[in-house]
């Protein structure tokens, strides 16, 4: 039964085979059969015949992954691998957007974005920085402990070996979050290899990164570093542009270690530590801002005998810092309203999971986790003459313990159900807000009721293969998300609009169904689905006033400026249709394409009775994607076109955004020897990217153009 989808350029096929196997048998036919399906599509193959593999990749090397075997409950639902960012230059959160529906909640990527914008999400469940999809790496959950949001650059130290993105919610073992999806980055591990890439692109920005990896003893220990800088670009379009304006540069490192030690035949321990740094600026005074973090697992994994498992345990210390500045209207003077100056937070956790022998034909998933998120915003803020006249701080708690199992059966070869559940104890405690004048009297300090409460996840689906080509699947599903801190207890202000926290706020809700089918007749593909879900207690950022005023919550508001709180609304309901296809037009050509349609509107009453039937906030209806590649002996090309259609900046529907189409092409040159040439270029043709629009209509753009000359080196 087939369950890879090779059609997001350069695709990566997992198997189920344990690292530690020392017989091939079927799953060496059947890595046999998807290098022909990969030869298929253009792309060469050198497999070593000593090295056991569970991830074979199309970049002429075959990878190892450290966890356990995909399940079999995959048929049942859509999802895509995703080329590995591996140019200099390339980005993760770029990488992603070839998955249609994907998108972050502002257009800018990691360079010039504000990383409190940068949660992610899928099938228009948007109108929210906090992520919707849930993100993974190696078992571990990655949102940030305090605001939801993913901090992208910490990502580009990693050795990776695979990006897997599952659209569609309630996913028992993911847990909560995972309304939109789930996003899992898997490392690699068991290569001898070391690689150096150096680039030099638009606006002096330097982008390097090296990694090694090598055997130790029966192990094996991967090393890799990260750096980029840019000048950066100026973010107001030049027809609004004042004095104040200037380029907002970027600079971000990091580092990440991986060992891997088996303990016996089947077991092996994995210790995961990275660190890194990002300072962005957003291009005038006043704006910088910095995030940091490092991050520490361990994962004991037998996938070998007959029972399966996997226990992991994790600790992810974060700190960011954030300034804002009022720009005056004619853009000829800025002045500092916030400094958010410390933001540390952490996230512990643990999760288990085990594969009992129960038969071929029957997969059963068991496992527990437990995660708690904890942190604090410390900021000045009201400044009056240069300097600040109040100080607050506000945080506080979250605890989440769960337990879930999945049941998958083959009753013919042709067909697969599957049925999961998962139950969950939240908590929420230690809330706090507290506001101070400095050097003065105690304004306000609340401490808010401890809350807690059961929520409950699941996920019912059938894969049906109808003969060799051709896979139908459906299914239906539930799953919730617990509000952030950030969305708890922090009130916050971007420019003039300033939007005040809610510390009632409860778990969002998701209810859903999807139906596709698969057609792979060998030489490529097409993948279809329709989808349908209602996210209820959707939390979002509710219009409540116009500036100048004081409100409630955030003190006073200029003119120009909106007011705002997090209010939960009666339900966002999102319906669409996406799809994919691949073709091999020869034996080094091929070409993809993906459109998704997202229909995503606002049910709102009372507070927000305004909203109901607009369009949520910062989510497109228009999604598409094409890109033609070739790769030959030596010579590899590649042109891709994307699409995102209009959207609004805000709930009332009051901004508009407009739609833009973006052009990217690169083109590598080996010259043996493991070295190669790269000419890289994203947004070729300048298309305004509009990101974002303030109340006064000022518009902030995107990644405008950009070049990149590289090299890279491989040494084996």
Same mark, same amino acid.
């Given at each position: 039964?087939?369950?890879?989808?090779?059609?997001?350029?350069?695709?990566?096929?997992?198997?189920?085979?344990?690292?530690?196997?020392?017989?091939?048998?079927? %799953?060496?036919?059947?890595?046999?059969?998807?290098?022909?399906?990969?030869?298929?599509?253009?792309?060469?193959?050198?497999?070593?015949?000593?090295?056991?593999?569970?991830?074979?990749?199309?970049?002429?090397?075959?990878?190892?992954?450290?966890?356990?075997?995909?399940?079999?409950?995959?048929?049942?639902?859509?999802?895509?691998?995703?080329?590995?960012?591996?140019?200099?230059?390339?980005?993760?959160?770029?990488?992603?957007?070839?998955?249609?529906?994907?998108?972050?909640?502002?257009?800018?990527?990691?360079?010039?974005?504000?990383?409190?914008?940068?949660?992610?999400?899928?099938?228009?469940?948007?109108?929210?920085?906090?992520?919707?999809?849930?993100?993974?790496?190696?078992?571990?959950?990655?949102?940030?402990?305090?605001?939801?949001?993913?901090?992208?650059?910490?990502?580009?130290?990693?050795?990776?070996?695979?990006?897997?993105?599952?659209?569609?919610?309630?996913?028992?073992?993911?847990?909560?979050?995972?309304?939109?999806?789930?996003?899992?980055?898997?490392? &690699?591990?068991?290569?001898?290899?070391?690689?150096?890439?150096?680039?030099?692109?638009?606006?002096?920005?330097?982008?390097?990164?090296?990694?090694?990896?090598?055997?130790?003893?029966?192990?094996?220990?991967?090393?890799?570093?990260?750096?980029?800088?840019?000048?950066?670009?100026?973010?107001?379009?030049?027809?609004?542009?004042?004095?104040?304006?200037?380029?907002?540069?970027?600079?971000?490192?990091?580092?990440?270690?991986?060992?891997?030690?088996?303990?016996?035949?089947?077991?092996?321990?994995?210790?995961?530590?990275?660190?890194?740094?990002?300072?962005?600026?957003?291009?005038?005074?006043?704006?910088?801002?910095?995030?940091?973090?490092?991050?520490?697992?361990?994962?004991?994994?037998?996938?070998?005998?007959?029972?399966?498992?996997?226990? *992991?345990?994790?600790?992810?210390?974060?700190?960011?810092?954030?300034?804002?500045?009022?720009?005056?209207?004619?853009?000829?003077?800025?002045? %500092?309203?916030?400094?958010?100056? &410390?933001?540390?937070?952490?996230?512990?956790?643990?999760?288990?999971?085990?594969?009992?022998? @129960?038969?071929?034909?029957?997969?059963?998933?068991?496992?527990?986790?437990?995660?708690?998120?904890?942190?604090?915003?410390?900021?000045?803020?009201?400044?009056?003459?240069?300097?600040? *006249?109040?100080?607050?701080?506000?945080?506080?708690?979250?605890?989440?313990?769960?337990?879930?199992?999945?049941?998958?059966?083959?009753?013919? !070869?042709?067909?697969?159900?599957?049925?999961?559940?998962?139950?969950?104890?939240?908590?929420?405690?230690?809330?706090?807000?507290?506001?101070?004048?400095?050097?003065?009297? @105690?304004?306000?300090?609340?401490?808010?009721?401890?809350?807690?409460?059961?929520?409950?996840?699941?996920?019912?689906?059938?894969?049906?293969?109808?003969?060799?080509?051709?896979?139908?699947?459906?299914?239906?599903?539930?799953?919730?998300?617990?509000?952030?801190?950030?969305?708890?207890?922090?009130?916050?202000?971007?420019?003039?609009?300033?939007?005040?926290?809610?510390?009632?706020?409860?778990?969002?809700?998701?209810?859903?169904?999807?139906?596709?089918?698969?057609?792979?007749?060998?030489?490529?593909?097409?993948?279809?689905?329709?989808?349908?879900?209602?996210? !209820?207690?959707?939390?979002?950022?509710?219009?409540?006033?116009?500036?100048?005023?004081?409100?409630?919550?955030?003190?006073?508001?200029?003119?120009?400026?909106?007011?705002?709180?997090?209010?939960?609304?009666?339900?966002?309901?999102?319906?669409?249709?996406?799809?994919?296809?691949?073709?091999?037009?020869?034996?080094?050509?091929?070409?993809?394409?993906?459109? &998704?349609?997202?229909?995503?509107?606002?049910?709102?009453?009372?507070?927000?009775?305004?909203?109901?039937?607009?369009?949520?906030?910062?989510?497109?209806?228009?999604?598409?994607?094409?890109?033609?590649?070739?790769?030959?002996?030596?010579?590899?090309?590649?042109?891709?076109?994307?699409?995102?259609?209009?959207?609004?900046?805000?709930?009332?529907?009051?901004?508009?955004?407009?739609?833009?189409?973006?052009?990217?092409?690169?083109?590598?040159?080996?010259?043996?020897?493991?070295?190669?040439?790269?000419?890289?270029?994203?947004?070729?043709?300048?298309?305004?990217?509009?990101? &974002?629009?303030?109340?006064?209509?000022?518009?902030?753009?995107?990644?405008?153009?950009?070049?990149?000359?590289?090299?890279?080196?491989?040494?084996?």
């Amino acid at each position: 039964m087939k369950r890879h989808r090779p059609f997001l350029s350069l695709p990566l096929v997992a198997l189920a085979q344990p690292a530690f196997a020392q017989t091939c048998d079927a %799953q060496c036919e059947e890595l046999d059969n998807i290098e022909q399906d990969l030869v298929h599509y253009g792309h060469r193959i050198e497999r070593p015949a000593d090295l056991p593999v569970s991830i074979i990749t199309a970049n002429d090397l075959i990878v190892v992954t450290g966890g356990l075997p995909n399940p079999k409950s995959d048929i049942t639902e859509d999802s895509a691998t995703v080329r590995l960012p591996r140019l200099p230059g390339e980005r993760l959160e770029n990488a992603l957007l070839a998955v249609n529906g994907l998108q972050q909640f502002r257009r800018s990527d990691a360079r010039s974005a504000n990383p409190t914008s940068q949660g992610v999400t899928l099938r228009g469940l948007g109108g929210n920085a906090s992520s919707r999809a849930l993100l993974f790496l190696d078992d571990v959950p990655q949102a940030d402990p305090f605001g939801g949001w993913v901090s992208w650059p910490g990502y580009d130290a990693l050795n990776l070996a695979s990006i897997r993105v599952r659209k569609g919610g309630g996913q028992p073992s993911a847990g909560p979050g995972a309304l939109a999806g789930v996003i899992e980055i898997d490392s &690699a591990q068991y290569r001898e290899v070391a690689n150096l890439a150096l680039a030099y692109g638009s606006r002096d920005s330097i982008d390097g990164k090296a990694n090694y990896a090598g055997k130790l003893g029966g192990g094996s220990v991967t090393a890799a570093a990260s750096y980029a800088r840019g000048d950066g670009f100026i973010p107001i379009i030049a027809s609004q542009r004042g004095t104040v304006d200037r380029r907002a540069g970027y600079e971000q490192a990091g580092v990440s270690l991986r060992g891997v030690a088996p303990l016996n035949a089947s077991t092996e321990l994995q210790a995961n530590l990275r660190t890194f740094t990002d300072k962005r600026d957003r291009g005038v005074d006043f704006s910088d801002n910095a995030n940091s973090g490092v991050d520490a697992s361990l994962r004991l994994v037998d996938r070998s005998g007959d029972w399966q498992w996997s226990a *992991t345990g994790y600790v992810q210390l974060r700190e960011f810092s954030s300034e804002f500045g009022a720009v005056a209207a004619n853009r000829n003077s800025v002045t %500092q309203t916030l400094d958010q100056f &410390a933001t540390p937070s952490t996230g512990l956790g643990a999760r288990f999971e085990m594969r009992p022998p @129960v038969g071929e034909q029957v997969e059963l998933r068991l496992g527990g986790e437990w995660r708690r998120t904890s942190g604090e915003t410390r900021e000045f803020f009201t400044y009056v003459a240069s300097a600040p *006249t109040r100080f607050r701080t506000a945080g506080g708690q979250t605890d989440s313990y769960g337990g879930f199992a999945e049941l998958s059966f083959e009753p013919t !070869d042709a067909l697969t159900l599957s049925a999961g559940g998962r139950l969950d104890r939240w908590t929420i405690t230690d809330g706090f807000r507290r506001e101070v004048n400095i050097g003065g009297t @105690v304004r306000s300090d609340d401490r808010f009721t401890d809350r807690s409460g059961t929520e409950w996840t699941g996920r019912v689906g059938i894969g049906w293969q109808v003969g060799d080509d051709l896979t139908i699947r459906s299914s239906a599903y539930r799953g919730w998300r617990l509000p952030t801190l950030n969305e708890l207890y922090r009130p916050f202000r971007v420019g003039a609009d300033a939007t005040a926290a809610n510390e009632a706020l409860k778990p969002e809700r998701i209810k859903g169904v999807e139906a596709g089918f698969a057609y792979e007749p060998g030489n490529g593909g097409l993948w279809v689905t329709a989808f349908y879900n209602r996210l !209820d207690n959707a939390i979002a950022n509710v219009t409540l006033g116009q500036g100048p005023g004081n409100f409630p919550g955030v003190g006073f508001v200029a003119a120009g400026g909106t007011y705002r709180q997090r209010q939960i609304l009666d339900a966002i309901v999102s319906k669409g249709f996406e799809f994919d296809g691949s073709i091999a037009l020869s034996d080094y050509l091929s070409a993809r394409f993906g459109y &998704a349609y997202v229909d995503s509107e606002v049910r709102g009453s009372g507070l927000a009775l305004p909203l109901n039937g607009l369009r949520t906030a910062q989510v497109p209806k228009h999604f598409a994607r094409t890109e033609i590649e070739y790769i030959g002996e030596s010579l590899a090309a590649s042109m891709s076109l994307r699409y995102l259609g209009n959207q609004f900046e805000d709930d009332a529907n009051s901004r508009h955004l407009d739609d833009a189409m973006t052009a990217d092409a690169q083109l590598t040159y080996e010259f043996g020897s493991g070295m190669r040439l790269q000419l890289r270029g994203e947004n070729l043709f300048n298309a305004r990217v509009e990101a &974002a629009i303030s109340g006064s209509g000022v518009i902030e753009r995107a990644n405008p153009r950009t070049l990149w000359l590289g090299a890279s080196w491989k040494f084996d």
